[in-house]
């Protein structure tokens, strides 16, 4: 079950680390154009995915350049926990 657990979430964080090189990397264009309806409840995160996506972030280390996307995507991380914490 570990090993499960472990995949998963060493899959997602190698996405959102690829992401923030995207960001870096093309500024100017949009990473997400459209979305198809039924996609959505594939992409929302959960208490427990919002809590370690924070961990990770927590426990990395960034360079000048990326302090702000960084910045940004932490705040962004938190109050999506704030929010799905106060609907409980």
Do not use: C
């Amino acid at each position: 079950m570990t090993e499960i657990y472990t995949f998963g979430h060493n899959k997602m964080f190698k996405k959102v680390m690829g992401l923030i090189d995207k960001i870096n990397q093309n500024k100017s264009e949009k990473l997400i154009t459209t979305l198809p309806n039924n996609d959505i409840e594939d992409i929302l995160l959960n208490n427990d995915e919002l809590t370690f996506m924070l961990k990770i972030i927590k426990n990395s280390t960034f360079k000048g350049e990326q302090i702000e996307v960084i910045y940004n995507l932490t705040w962004k991380l938190q109050q999506a926990l704030l929010s799905l914490r106060d609907n409980k």
